[in-house]
T-cell receptor
Framework: DQQVKQNSPSLSVQEGRISILNCDYT??????FLWYKKYPAEGPTFLIS?????DKNEDGRFTVFLNKSAKHLSLHIVPSQPGDSAVYFC????????????FGGGTRVLVKP | ETGVTQTPRHLVMGMTNKKSLKCEQH?????MYWYKQSAKKPLELMFV???????ENNSVPSRFSPECPNSSHLFLHLHTLQPEDSALYLC?????????????FGPGTRLTVL
């Protein structure tokens, strides 16, 4: 059973608008959450993370929101740019489990010019 | 070379072949990982090595055999694979064992088992 789920396999958005990617998790032991971005023929690259002691973390155009009670996190990209077109993976870890990451299935984002 | 490199980038093998995937990191990290990404499935953690010691085997079949001779190199030895083992195999590294250490990924090896 998947402990981290990204229920939207794809998302299409106009350049300049906001992209919102969602991620749900089931394991209440998860206390650290990450977003990775992947271009074709490349490995995933780290984008942004958030600890469970926070509910928001912002880095430039990227903001991650965490709702622990709902076991839900989201990634906002504002404004979206064509270079943001990629697959985005949500991942989670439980501090006690060390460096094991559990990934979601990914959301493919297409930013149209 | 910088970052995490993987060779070969593509591999086609028969079910009776023996092959190895190689990963090398030039980041001075102490933890290395093998992941598998099958079609339509999330990335699955296979093995974790911390300071050359295997600390995680995520119920991986014995036809996959990892080797970590030093903190910079990681191998995945393959033998008698099945067609369902066809997938993208990704290597990653991180500074240490903490879950707060960002993992850096290589480009992956696309494996096809005939």
């Amino acid at each position: 059973d998947q402990q981290v789920k990204q229920n939207s396999p794809s998302l299409s958005v106009q350049e300049g608008r906001i992209s919102i990617l969602n991620c749900d998790y089931t394991n209440s032991m998860f206390d650290y959450f990450l977003w990775y971005k992947k271009y074709p023929a490349e490995g995933p690259t780290f984008l942004i993370s958030i600890s469970s002691i926070k509910d928001k973390n912002e880095d430039g155009r990227f903001t991650v929101f965490l709702n622990k009670s709902a076991k839900h996190l989201s990634l906002h990209i504002v404004p979206s740019q064509p270079g943001d077109s990629a697959v985005y993976f949500c991942a989670a870890s439980a501090g006690a489990a060390g460096n094991k990451l559990t990934f979601g299935g990914g959301t493919r984002v297409l930013v149209k010019p | 070379e910088t970052g995490v490199t993987q060779t070969p980038r593509h591999l086609v093998m028969g079910m009776t072949n023996k092959k190895s995937l190689k990963c090398e990191q030039h980041l001075g990290h102490n933890a290395m990982y093998w992941y598998k990404q099958s079609a339509k499935k999330p990335l699955e953690l296979m093995f974790v090595y911390n300071f050359k010691e295997q600390t995680e085997n995520n119920s991986v079949p014995s036809r996959f055999s990892p080797e970590c001779p030093n903190s910079s190199h990681l191998f995945l030895h393959l033998h008698t694979l099945q067609p369902e083992d066809s997938a993208l195999y990704l290597c990653a590294s991180s500074l240490g064992e903490s879950s707060y250490n960002e993992q850096f990924f290589g480009p992956g090896t696309r494996l096809t088992v005939l």
